[in-house]
């Protein structure tokens, strides 16, 4: 008996987008209070109520995003949401970079690397600018791609 | 087999319409989730007048050691800013070598109502190893904010400002952050303090001891 297994892209890209956002949902469900320390170290020009709205939202949207998308269900209105949230991370990264302000990404919970040099590299605002980049890329690709169907 | 589309411009905007339902029943149910999820938990986050510890007060009885790096109540934004860029050029202190052996010793863990017990009875320097961002929206009364990634010179200032035996409990944000065990070696290898201290549960911890209901009387 001969077992073939297909290669889609499609469907690998699709998990993967779902790993990363379900790993940074639960990061920052499980501690608001650090998200909402993280988030207000962007200095972004948001007023206190919108910031706390973010905090308790965006995590949310993450998770419901990262499950419709293991799913499979909603997929396309999920990939739009993490299209959205993807452009707001390389927006919200990008401003930091560019003004030089040296925080944590306060993205994905990396704990389990320790306090090395390794878990510096992934936190930092750079390295989170060009991985939001290849995350926005790969999600508006998975858009585009659903639209044909 | 499917009907055939008589007009393909229609059954695109109804396409798109669903899309944008089906994106708006997301947000809401984010939002939904989210605002129910944050009022229930212990560690949510509530306007700051409401939830969070009063940036400055210290606990009666205690001394807020290095008043230089107290975060004062009143600073100007676009010099923060403007400092906290010119502060991204400076390197991430080493640590010294070799490192005394209470840096590489276990640290010893504390717990909220322990370092609240010692930080009353003035025997402690509570320290908040979280970004000034983090201790800027709240703190435990009577910390004083020296961040984990402190360049080497304020590190060095702080560990100037105080005795060698001086006590230092040192917190970060909650039991996975880590940034207070790194700042205890770090203190531990620039300041020689001998009796250093964490609390890993951290602001998480005091903050759910906080909200929780007092304990019934015996």
């Known amino acids: ?149 | 087999m499917n009907p055939p589309l008589d007009h393909p411009h229609d059954s695109s905007v109804t396409s798109n319409a669903r899309l944008w339902s089906q994106a708006a029943c997301i947000f809401a149910a984010a939002v939904v989730f989210g605002v129910l999820y944050n009022g229930l938990s212990p560690l949510g986050v509530r306007p700051q007048a409401a939830g969070v510890a009063a940036v400055g007060s210290a606990a009666p009885g205690v001394a807020v050691a290095k008043p230089a790096l107290v975060h004062p109540g009143v600073f100007n934004e676009t010099v923060s800013m403007t400092l906290e860029a010119l502060a991204s050029n400076i390197a991430q202190p080493p640590l010294v070598h070799p490192m005394p052996a209470v840096a590489q010793a276990e640290i010893p863990k504390l717990t909220w109502p322990q370092v609240r017990d010692l930080l009353v009875a003035g025997k402690i320097v509570l320290v908040d190893a979280r970004p000034k961002a983090a201790f800027d929206l709240g703190h435990i009364p009577g910390a004083v904010c020296l961040a984990s990634n402190a360049p080497l010179a304020e590190l060095q200032a702080f560990a100037s400002g105080l005795p060698k035996d001086s006590a230092l409990v040192i917190y970060c944000g909650a039991n996975t952050c880590g940034a207070s065990q790194h700042l205890a070696r770090q203190l531990a290898a620039v300041g020689g303090f001998q009796s250093i201290s964490e609390m890993p549960g951290g602001f998480a911890e005091y903050t759910v001891a906080q909200t929780a209901p007092a304990a019934p009387a015996p």
């Open chain 1, 1 to 149: 008996m001969k077992i073939e297994v297909e290669f889609d892209l499609k469907v690998v890209l699709r998990w993967f987008l779902a790993a990363i956002l379900l790993w940074a949902a639960l990061g920052k469900i499980a501690n608001l209070q650090e998200f909402h320390a993280n988030l207000a170290a962007y200095k972004l020009p948001l007023s206190d109520p919108l910031l706390r709205l973010a905090v308790t939202v965006v995590p949310w949207l993450e998770l419901l995003c990262g499950i419709l998308l293991v799913a499979g269900k909603v997929r396309r209105a999920a990939l739009l949401w993490s299209v959205i949230l993807f452009g707001v991370f390389v927006l919200a990264t990008g401003q930091a970079w560019g003004r030089g302000l040296e925080i944590s990404c306060g993205c994905l919970k990396l704990e389990f690397l320790g306090d090395g040099p390794a878990k510096h590299l992934l936190e930092t605002v750079q390295f989170a600018f060009w991985r939001a980049l290849l995350l926005l890329a790969a999600a508006v690709y998975l858009l585009r791609a659903s639209r044909r169907h």
